[in-house]
């Protein structure tokens, strides 16, 4: 990631939630389908050495993206995004849980909201992420899980994805 980038990521433990701002070295439209396009999210979102690959997805309000990480040695963790909102190339919104491969919730997990909000900066875009749990001790679990260090390298991915 280039330092002169913004990357900040708080976590809020009164209102339940993980605050990401991030900008990219990309034009907003290249940054939207990153996050949008399956054949796109397959390359980056999973933190290496774990890969990602789309089941299905269904982007739209109402829809879902269906998909798994799979760790080097064959360990596959199955998760699905419900789409809630989606304003195109601005704003997009979903229920995020982990699941089987079949997309049934698993309860044993915390579900979390995600509200990502892209903004145009000239040459760069900034992507804000706003990530809210139910309750204390779901997020305490997921930050417990290494979401921050996780989810950092699958930014770094990107990052990596858009210099190509």
Not at 31 to 42: H, K, R, Y
Not at 102 to 127: E, K, M, Y
């Amino acid at each position: 990631m280039n330092p002169e980038l913004q990357f900040d990521f708080t976590v809020d433990k009164d209102t339940h939630t993980v605050n990401v701002k991030r900008e990219f070295a990309a034009p907003l439209d290249l940054v939207w389908d990153a996050w949008t396009n399956p054949e796109l999210l397959d390359q980056w979102w999973a933190p290496k050495p774990y890969i990602t690959r789309t089941k299905t997805m269904d982007f739209r309000e109402g829809g879902h993206w269906l998909y798994a990480m799979i760790g080097p040695d064959g360990t596959t963790h199955w998760c699905r995004a419900d789409y809630k909102q989606i304003a195109p190339r601005e704003q997009f919104s979903g229920l995020d849980a982990f699941c089987n491969e079949d997309g049934i919730v698993n309860p044993d997990f915390p579900r979390s909201l995600w509200t990502n909000t892209f903004i145009a900066q000239g040459s760069t875009t900034l992507v804000n992420i706003v990530v809210q749990y139910q309750n204390l001790a779901d997020l305490e679990k997921v930050i417990e899980m290494g979401f921050k260090e996780g989810f950092s390298m699958a930014l770094g991915n990107l990052d990596q994805y858009l210099e190509a």
